[in-house]
């Protein structure tokens, strides 16, 4: 599986961005999906997840201001963020997990940089 994330830039704080992750699969219903960040120097996190049912999960620092959604006709998984602060700035991966092989993919990241 490949994963193509797009959607980051430069925003100012306060302001919002769409992530989007394009899954190259047949069926991107077998997967959980997440979206990791790293910021400079620092460990890669978990932000939001989603499952094949559509449960989600977020990170304390994000909730209330980030969803992540899917689309698994259209392959795709969204990351909407709002009231981004400049805390928010990383580089952003989307994940996917095959429920059934438990083999995990990673996208090539999308840098979000949130900025006056």
């Known amino acids: 599986v490949q994963l193509q994330a797009s959607g980051g830039g430069l925003v100012q704080p306060g302001g919002s961005l769409r992530l989007s992750c394009a899954a190259s699969t047949r069926t991107l219903s077998i997967y959980v999906m997440g979206w990791y960040r790293q910021a400079a120097g620092e460990r890669r996190e978990l932000v939001a997840s989603?499952?094949?049912?559509?449960?989600?999960t977020y990170a304390d620092s994000v909730k209330g201001r980030f969803t992540i959604s899917r689309d698994n006709a259209e392959k795709l998984v969204y990351l909407q963020m709002n009231n981004l602060k400049p805390v928010d700035t990383a580089v952003y991966y989307c994940?996917?997990?095959?429920?059934?092989?438990?083999?995990?993919?990673w996208g090539q990241g999308t840098l979000v940089t949130v900025s006056s």
């Open positions: 994940n996917s997990v095959n429920l059934v092989s438990k083999q995990e993919y």
């Open positions: 989603i499952s094949t049912r559509g449960s989600t």
